[in-house]
């Protein structure tokens, strides 16, 4: 048996692969590697790809620095800038939404965190949405602590989000206003406060592959089952402006090895899909079954009756 399939064996049975497997297999054979990632995605969860929408319910002015993002108030990048948004504005996307057969919707906000007033209007929203409407709610409202996140489950949020980004050994040349702990805090509080976690990264901001796999154990580590995978689109004006765009086979890698890492969890695709041939179609084709549909922050997405569609061509279900 050749060492993909070995490998593809040990996913199977939930062994943990290690840093060196996840490094050889990412320079494994490109068809291989694809082939038996999408075998060990089909036997675990089947064909079925969950879809999930965000919206932008506060936007820019962030006092924090992520090299990355539109929204940090360091970088001048002239996107929109707003408070947070009404609810008859949220719900209205959310019951769009719902009436196209997207399974979860997640209000994202920016900034550090979600605190004071502003914080209690959204655990309102949520609520209403939550009495109001039938799709799954998450949330995305970056650092906050347990006795926060237990208000936004007892307001009906099933759902945190909150990415990693990238490896903690990168981090530093990310982000300095805050800590690599501070994530992973607020991940554990999350799980204590009886919430799923959605937490993933972005890959192409400069990191090594190394990095990718550490980021992979770290989710494992956490127990993390929604793991979205941005890939990084340059914004003209942050600290990453002039990075290279990755390659599709680059990225079906990454895909590939995450699914060998994490064979439990539900791989989304999320930013820089347009990256991708047809929107990520090979990515399904490579481990991923989930994914974000519709618009994103401060980037286009892809329209969802579009993904609807690729996901009928290529032999899978929405469920």
């Not at 090299?67 to 996307?93: G, M, R, W």
């Not at 400069?206 to 689109?233: C, F, H, M, Y």
């Not at 990075?243 to 990225?251: D, F, R, V």
Request: hydrophobic share 35%.
């Amino acid at each position: 048996m050749g060492f993909i399939l070995k490998m593809k064996e040990k996913a199977l049975k939930n062994i943990k692969l290690t840093r060196e497997e996840g490094l050889r297999l990412f320079n494994s054979n490109l068809e291989e590697l694809i082939k038996e990632a999408n075998n060990i995605r089909k036997e675990i969860h089947g064909d079925g790809i969950d879809l999930c929408s965000i919206i932008n319910g506060k936007s820019g002015r962030c006092g924090e620095d992520c090299a990355f993002c539109a929204q940090s108030k360091y970088y001048k990048t002239n996107i929109s800038e707003y408070p947070l948004l009404d609810y008859k504005e949220i719900k209205k996307v959310a019951k769009e939404n719902e009436d196209e057969g997207v399974h979860r919707f997640s209000i994202v906000t920016s900034g550090r965190g979600l605190y004071g007033e502003e914080f209690e209007r959204v655990i309102t929203y949520y609520s209403n949405l939550n009495k109001e409407l039938k799709i799954n709610l998450c949330a995305s409202h970056g650092i906050i602590n347990k006795e926060s996140l237990i208000k936004l489950k007892k307001a009906g949020v099933k759902r945190y989000h909150h990415n990693l980004e990238t490896s903690r050994n990168y981090y530093e040349k990310i982000c300095k206003t805050h800590s690599y702990e501070e994530r992973i805090e607020t991940i554990k509080n999350a799980k204590e406060a009886g919430l799923e976690v959605c937490s993933g990264g972005i890959i192409g901001l400069g990191e090594t592959i190394i990095d990718r796999i550490d980021l992979a154990i770290t989710l494992r580590e956490l127990e993390i089952k929604s793991i979205p995978i941005n890939v990084l689109s340059a914004i003209k004006g942050t600290k990453l402006q002039h990075m290279t765009p990755l390659n599709e086979e680059e990225i079906l890698r990454t895909i590939a090895v995450f699914r060998f890492i994490n064979p439990e969890a539900k791989i989304r695709l999320a930013g820089g899909r347009y990256l991708l041939k047809n929107f990520g179609e090979n990515a399904f084709k490579a481990g991923a079954n989930a994914t974000i549909t519709g618009n994103l922050l401060t980037t286009c997405g892809n329209k969802i009756k579009d993904d609807k569609r690729l996901i009928e061509n290529i032999g899978m279900r929405i469920f």
